[in-house]
């Protein structure tokens, strides 16, 4: 079953109960203001903006002047795209709130658009008074200068980053954008080199170089930059055509054409790098500003995609998906984006539908046969995900470090069908491309322990998952269950304890505990341990399991035999 599944049920009920609310009030002739309100609220929390856009503007009807429905409306107009509305309620914003950043920035972004340059920088100036807006605000300023054909006031705007050093990536590729933009061709290759001495592994500045030495007659320079970054396993489908055009001879358009384009880049920039839990709303509002210039909208699309798979709104992720074009380089990564979205909301046939369409028509997709066999993986048809996996292996010759994790998940598609064999051989071919990969070293050390073959590798294994990540929850439980395995119950207590603080609603760290407790004497606890597992609701096979330790408790303890510890059984 998908992982957001329950969330996305426990949303639906949450939202159920407001959206009653709204019925309720109008079934008995009452006033829906507060209805609306609260159903609004609930969206809005819910990252459900479009539903909380709309009953919040209902509400708003009711009470026209409250200023907070009007800043919410606002927020909530612009995150779904409708800027013409977000533009009108910005100019109502700042009349009760002259510093409301996103509205000075929406109103100086509409100056800008008709080339009221010196309005739209009055406006990104009022909006500068936190390090984002000063960002932001820098970057529009600048790109305000070169529509005006000033280099160099668009350069010295950008000399305001100095101040900030982890400015700097934006002040150099920004700088080379304009140069490049403005025609400046010596200029623009310093600072293109700068940006990709500082970011080199940026797609954007390796694109931008790549470009400009294209335009420059410089093709095999850019062969070089594109290679490069395709060979430090990122198979990004957009350098991977520009690659082919420029070995083909083929010259690019400029990336940067218009004042607005440049606009775009600097809001797509920004957008990018907002991706934690407490700025990725705002990286939505960038991704929607930068849409409203209708520049590179392939890539301002995909992002937005990835934005609202982030927030965890599938149905719009599909939305934005759905707008690349089908001769853009990044359609097939928007199908495979697509069918892991249907998948997320429980639409498995039509997401296996998706990738089988287009694995039809590129064979050799590498990455489409990888989502494919997670696909099955997901839905527990681990035969048909072995396969997929198997086909994925098969399109490279030489497997790069990149690719452990196809054998990762062959491995664990073979453990669960009970082909231990070609399982440990798959996650031992992972660890040869990938010998850090904590999630390899807990899978195989865990099986292992599971199985009671290995013992003193697997616990090497395990101790270095535990070493790499000691705050993930399960691989400290693998470590506690092979101290068990081994007897060790004190070291076992103590990292099983310690799993269940981390992942205190996880049925089988719940039990591992609850075993623990029972071979040390705390019969009580370990009863209790086995009902909390029970009630987290564990898989069919699992729960039948804990139930007969409720009612009969623990075997009495079988010893382990030499040879379950040697540590000669591998096939590897």
Not at 1 to 11: E, H, I, K, W
Not at 265 to 279: G, H, I, K, V
Not at 389 to 411: C, E, L, M, N
Not at 438 to 458: C, F, Q, R, T, W
Request: proline fraction near 4%; hydrophobic fraction near 40%; aromatic fraction near 8%.
């Amino acid at each position: 079953m998908p992982v957001v599944s329950f969330r996305a049920t426990a949303a639906a009920l949450i939202l159920c109960s407001a959206v009653t609310a709204v019925q309720a009030s109008e079934t008995t002739g009452e006033s829906s203001l507060s209805g609306s309100y609260l159903a609004g609220r609930t969206a809005s929390k819910l990252r459900d903006n479009d539903v909380a856009s709309d009953y919040l503007s209902r509400a708003l009807k009711g009470d026209s002047g409250n200023p907070i429905l009007i800043e919410r409306v606002f927020l909530l107009e612009l995150s779904e795209g409708n800027i013409e509305e977000a533009e009108e309620l910005a100019i109502r914003v700042l009349g009760f709130n002259s510093q409301q950043r996103m509205a000075r920035i929406v109103l100086g972004l509409r100056d800008y658009r008709i080339r009221h340059y010196e309005d739209a920088r009055r406006n990104f100036a009022a909006s500068s008074y936190t390090p984002v807006g000063e960002l932001t605000s820098t970057l529009l300023i600048a790109w305000s200068h070169a529509g005006e054909g000033d280099q160099a006031r668009a350069l010295k705007a950008l000399d305001k980053l100095d101040a900030n050093e982890s400015f700097a990536n934006f002040k150099a590729f920004h700088a080379a954008l304009i140069s490049d933009y403005l025609g400046n061709a010596i200029r623009a290759e310093a600072f293109y080199k700068k940006a990709h001495e500082q970011a080199g592994t940026s797609l954007r500045v390796v694109q931008g170089y790549g470009n400009f030495l294209e335009r420059s007659g410089r093709a095999a320079e850019a062969v070089k930059i594109y290679s490069a970054f395709l060979d430090g396993g990122d198979d990004n489908p957009l350098v991977a055509a520009a690659l082919a055009n420029a070995t083909a001879g083929h010259k690019p358009q400029a990336l940067i054409a218009t004042p607005g384009a440049g606009a775009a880049e600097a809001l797509f920039s920004l957008a990018t790098a907002m991706t934690d839990e407490q700025s990725i709303d705002v990286g939505l509002l960038y991704a929607q500003l930068a849409l409203s210039f209708n520049a590179d909208r392939p890539v301002a699309y995909t992002l937005l995609g990835d934005i609202y798979e982030d927030i965890k709104r599938p149905e719009k992720a599909i939305d934005a998906y759905s707008q690349v074009p089908e001769n853009s380089p990044l359609r097939a990564n928007a199908e495979m984006e697509i069918a892991i979205n249907l998948q997320r909301l429980e639409r498995k046939d039509e997401a296996l539908a998706r990738l089988n369409g287009l694995i039809a028509q590129q064979p050799g997709n590498y990455d489409a046969l990888v989502t494919l066999g997670n696909v099955h993986r997901n839905n527990e048809d681990f035969a048909q995900a072995g396969e997929a996996y198997d086909r994925a292996i098969a399109t490279f010759t030489k497997p790069q470090p990149a690719h452990w994790r196809v054998f990762y998940y062959s491995g664990i598609s073979n453990e669960r069908m009970k082909n231990w064999e070609k399982a440990e051989k798959q996650f031992r071919r992972a660890l040869e491309l990938a010998p850090e990969e904590a999630m390899v070293l807990n899978y195989l050390g865990y099986s292992m322990v599971d199985k009671k073959i290995n013992l003193p590798e697997a616990m090497a294994m395990i101790k270095k998952a535990v070493a790499l990540k000691p705050n993930d929850g399960y691989i400290v439980d693998s470590l506690g269950w092979a101290y068990f395995q081994l007897g060790d119950y004190e070291q076992a207590l103590i990292h099983c304890e310690r799993a269940v603080e981390l992942l205190p609603a996880d049925p089988i760290i719940g039990e591992h505990l609850g075993d623990v407790y029972w071979r040390i004497g705390r019969r009580l606890e370990a009863k209790f341990q086995w009902q909390h597992a029970k009630d987290n609701k564990p898989e069919p096979e699992d729960l039948k399991r804990i139930e007969d330790k409720l009612v009969n408790g623990l075997p009495d303890e079988a010893p382990l035999t030499p040879a379950q510890n040697t540590s000669d059984q591998s096939n590897g």
